[in-house]
T-cell receptor, first 115, second 113 residues
Framework: DSGVTQTPKHLITATGQRVTLRCSPR?????VYWYQQSLDQGLQFLIQ???????AKGNILERFSAQQFPDLHSELNLSSLELGDSALYFC??????????????FGPGTRLTVL | EDQVTQSPEALRLQEGESSSLNCSYTVSGLRGLFWYRQDPGKGPEFLFTLYSAGEEKEKERLKATLTKKESFLHITAPKPEDSATYLCAVQPPGAGGSYIPTFGRGTSLIVHP
């Protein structure tokens, strides 16, 4: 158990809908990362927040957005969902996010299925 | 473009048969290379961080090494419970002083009893 929690574990929805994924980082970790993992794309970095502020951006679609709240939990919002958004979404946390030499601790993931 | 390439894509071993997984990278200014283990349907689990060429780290049957262009994950006398996908990652610099986690596609290891 990494100490990172994600809810829900599974989510089934329809095309065009909007969903929110939630992540609570390990106690004391200030940085949260979001990833998408599909069979054809591997593990793709979406976005990082550090202490409430956006720190780094990866291949995140404009339909997706995220935020980190004062209690450091984070939410990833996915809107106008398409079939291709079906994937595993992981959240990870690290003690700080200002250096590259810091490992990440991953949550169990949310499996999103878009029908 | 910064890239991480892992080989082989898949590896089948007999229990006790040692082997190595490869991770080659093209990054301008390596600031750490990471190895993770991922079981099916679960989040990656951190294994090692290597910072500079020549560095080695060990954990049970696993040993990770780093050169200027690649890293190896050596598995000695593997057991079936070592079966998993092994991912390597780097974090090259991005815009505004940020770092962009970049993962390889992974090596899927199956160890047969």
């Amino acid at each position: 158990d990494s100490g990172v929690t994600q809810t829900p574990k599974h989510l089934i929805t329809a095309t065009g809908q909007r969903v929110t994924l939630r992540c609570s980082p390990r106690s004391g970790d200030l940085s949260v990362y979001w990833y998408q993992q599909s069979l054809d794309q591997g593990l793709q970095f979406l976005i990082q927040y550090y202490n409430g502020e956006e720190r780094a951006k990866g291949n995140i679609l404009e339909r997706f957005s995220a935020q980190q709240f004062p209690d450091l939990h984070s939410e990833l919002n996915l809107s106008s969902l398409e079939l291709g958004d079906s994937a595993l979404y992981f959240c990870a946390s690290s003690p700080q996010g200002l250096l590259a030499r810091v490992e990440q601790f991953f949550g169990p993931g949310t499996r999103l299925t878009v029908l | 473009e910064d890239q991480v390439t892992q080989s082989p894509e898949a590896l089948r071993l007999q229990e006790g048969e040692s082997s190595s997984l490869n991770c080659s990278y093209t990054v301008s200014g390596l600031r750490g290379l990471f190895w993770y283990r991922q079981d099916p349907g679960k989040g990656p689990e951190f294994l090692f961080t290597l910072y500079s060429a020549g560095e080695e780290k060990e954990k049970e049957r696993l040993k990770a090494t780093l050169t200027k262009k690649e890293s190896f994950l050596h598995i000695t006398a593997p057991k079936p419970e070592d079966s998993a996908t092994y991912l390597c990652a780097v974090q090259p610099p991005g815009a505004g002083g940020s770092y962009i986690p970049t993962f390889g596609r992974g090596t899927s290891l199956i160890v047969h009893p």
